[in-house]
């Protein structure tokens, strides 16, 4: 006798804002998963990459003022930045980043996000 689980589990992710505004903000991640068979599933969570990002041009900036780092990436003009005290860390990052199609994250992990609005010619 073969016994399968054939249901899928029951996956929901939510960005609840912190402090947001019109067009960035922090917003903390949450999400819970429900699987019939297993009662605490193991999971991983990736805030996922629209492809092609993997293409663009990667520039870097060091800032050592604040220790803070940064990876922004800036779809309009196809570019990658970088931006905080080590270069090579944030490109490692990056690569795993890359390599997993997203940024892993943890749930009530805080996250920046931002909105930027195409330049007028």
């Known amino acids: 006798m073969t016994v399968a689980d054939v249901t899928a ?20 991640v949450d999400y819970t998963v429900a699987d019939a068979c297993d009662p605490a599933p193991a999971v991983a969570a990736v805030m996922a990459l629209p492809p092609g ?3 663009f041009a990667i520039t870097f900036e060091r800032d050592e003022d ?6 922004a990436f800036d779809f309009e003009k196809q ?7 080590e270069e090579s860390t944030l ?7 890359l390599a997993a199609e997203g940024a892993p994250v943890a749930r009530g992990q805080i996250v920046r996000l931002a909105r930027w609005r195409r330049e007028q010619a």
């Not at 992710?13 to 912190?18: K, M, V």
């Not at 604040?66 to 990876?71: K, P, Q």
């Not at 570019?79 to 005290?85: A, F, S, T």
């Open 91 to 97: 490109r490692s990052l990056l690569a795993r980043m």
């Open 53 to 55: 990002a993997g293409a």
């Open 66 to 71: 604040d220790g803070e780092s940064m990876i």
């Open 9 to 28: 589990p029951l996956v929901t992710a939510s960005l609840p804002p912190i402090d947001a505004h019109k067009r960035q903000g922090k917003f903390r």
């Open 79 to 85: 570019r990658i930045h970088l931006e905080g005290e």
